[in-house]
């Protein structure tokens, strides 16, 4: 049974920072890309940041400069760094392993910035 679950979420002042962890079971860690995506009330879900299985990073053009995704595959883990955050990053920020035809979710940790 595949499982990704975040955990980080919480409300900040606008300027603050935090940290989103994710971790996986069930899958081969070491060959999926890992993707943050998240989804504001009223609005698509949109790709924040992923790494690949070979460690290059992609970043959405609002979050790059203040966002850092990472891995580490000795412990199932893939993390957000983010910083500089603004209210208009307030969202459900949902962890994706996606390779080739499979595709899984997390359940998704909220992320408040209040100005």
């Known amino acids: 049974q595949v499982q990704l679950v975040e955990s980080g979420g919480d409300w900040v002042q606008a300027g603050g920072s935090l940290r989103l962890s994710c971790v996986a079971s069930?899958?081969?860690?070491?060959?999926?890309?890992m993707g943050w995506y998240r989804q504001a009330p009223g609005k698509q879900r949109e790709l924040v940041a992923r790494?690949?299985?070979?460690?290059?990073?992609t970043y959405a053009n609002s979050v790059r400069g203040r966002f850092t995704t990472s891995r580490d595959n000795a412990k199932n883990t893939v993390y957000l760094q983010m910083n500089n955050l603004k209210p208009e990053d307030t969202a459900v920020y949902y962890c994706?392993?996606?390779?080739?035809?499979?595709?899984?979710w997390g359940q998704g940790t909220q992320v408040t910035v209040s100005s």
């Open positions: 994706n392993a996606y390779r080739l035809a499979y595709d899984y």
């Open positions: 069930g899958i081969t860690f070491s060959s999926y890309t």
């Open positions: 790494v690949s299985s070979g460690g290059t990073t």
